[in-house]
């Protein structure tokens, strides 16, 4: 089975299940699917290098993970049920200050593997040392929006070294050529780069179109300290600054009131909900799905890094988004299964520009299959249903993306070693930080 892996060459998909009935897929060279439906393996059969065998199982666009710090796997398990502020400081920010380029580059490769296991094909990742971020991603062939963490503090001088290292970034991964792997800006969060740092951000932005990946409106007390700061809420802020636009994913987005998700909607924000990781850190309002929904913003699904989630697997995320919705506030109607899926297929596909989210011939190979010889698929009275509400990752077991072979019958060439080395390096980093 060795040699089906990350190759590119034109491939057959047998026996798949998708519009509700079998259906093969023809992937060509160029990484994009020739066609799909019932007797294509018949028709292309001459022009395929190699063909899989779907085994029956449903089809899927590969899930997009809208809000991500990758490296954070390292961080797994390492400090949790404690509160915020404690956690962060004497946890997770310790830690963090000894993180090392060779340990984003581990982390995030355990970070890819965890998500081509759980049908994720493309994230949206802001941390630090992103140029090795970006190597890792590259080795794993999954896509990646890739930002800095731009973080100021208010200081002019951090701000010149912030702006530089963004830069910097943005070059370096531009000329690693992978279309693949985009860069971006990540301004952290209002409370954490002035409006002066914002402004550049926004300019430079607009000069280079670059996306832009930030936190907003996460907990009560920055919507707090903004207003009683600035006499603004945080969207407001960044309106000002021109950061607003629809080049900008915004995370979490837990305490905007009605006229932000207005706000929103007219700037074109795409908003990604992390329903595990508010929970986790116990933010105290779920995001405003209904009201979001009725402006009109794309609503795609995160979930943050793993200190505060403890895994990757977007099929929770869609379950947990559904539950927390409803929960919340107070509807069984609100959030349905098929929106969920949409929000982790269609809705980051969108809001990161892939061009990936939909199964049709002509668009890039990005696809996931789900197994239905498992519990969690019988009875398979509705596959949308099951996907959000009994799956999780551990069904899906083919991935490809752009084209090729990442992951078939759940074996992932190189597996082992990447765990091996990432569990080595956390527990160098805790023995770094602790001594
Ligand atoms: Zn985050």
Redesign the pocket.
Known sequence: MDDIFSKNEPFIIENVFFNDRNADIFIGGDGRIGSIGPGTAKKCSGDAAFSIDGKGALVLPGLVNT?T?AAMTLLRGYADDMPLQEWLADKIWPLEANLTGKDVYLGTKLACLEMIRSGTTAFND?YFFMEDAARAVDEMGIRATLAYGFIDLFSEEKREHEIKATENMVKTIRAMNNPGIQPALGPHAIYTVSPEGLKWIAGYSAGEDLPIHI?LSETEKEVNDAVSQWKKRPAEILDECGVLGDRTIA??CCWLNREECALLGKRGVHVSH?PV?NMKLAVNRAMPYHWLKEEGVNVCLGT??CA?NNNLDLFEEMKVAALLQKFSWNSQTLLPAGEALHMATTAGARALGLGTGSLTAGSPADLILVSRHTACNTPFHNPVSNLVYSCNGGAVETVVCNGRVLMHERVIPGEEKILAEASEAAFDLVKRTTQ
């Open positions: 809000h710090h802001m936190h995370a979490h992390n990781s943050d890094g505060s």
